[in-house]
Nanobody, 121 residues
Framework: QVQLVESGGGLVQAGGSLRLSCAAS????????MGWYRQVPGKQRELVAA???????DYSDYGKGRFTISRDNAKNTVYLQMNSLKPEDTAVYYC???????????????WGQGTQVTVSS
């Protein structure tokens, strides 16, 4: 089982940047696909970006453009660089690990507790 701990969220003004981090432990990190999802109250959790064990990236329509996902296997950490932030980016951002990007929603996936991102006007 993979344990995931997110960090890097907080309050930022519109136009600013944040870098979210997700530290993984418990299972071979390099063998997992990793991803970032977001959720706002009353809505389903949605994909922001994902990265495979081989480094292939996948961005949702929401995540493409201003956000960049990367991973540092030596540090067992995946990142989400968030630029040009907008108030509508306000959400809880969750890290997920899974055998593949395709199985990210399945029962073998592990989720972090989330980190709050709040973007003010």
């Amino acid at each position: 089982q993979v344990q995931l701990v997110e960090s890097g969220g907080g309050l930022v003004q519109a136009g600013g940047s944040l870098r979210l981090s997700c530290a993984a432990s418990g299972t071979i990190f390099r063998g997992n696909a990793m991803g970032w999802y977001r959720q706002v109250p009353g809505k389903q959790r949605e994909l922001v970006a994902a990265i495979s064990s081989g480094g292939t990236t996948d961005y949702s329509d929401y995540g493409k453009g201003r956000f960049t996902i990367s991973r540092d296997n030596a540090k067992n950490t995946v990142y989400l660089q968030m630029n040009s932030l907008k108030p509508e980016d306000t959400a809880v951002y969750y890290c997920v690990a899974a055998p593949s990007i395709a199985t990210m929603r399945g029962h073998l996936a592990s989720w972090g507790q989330g980190t709050q991102v709040t973007v003010s006007s």
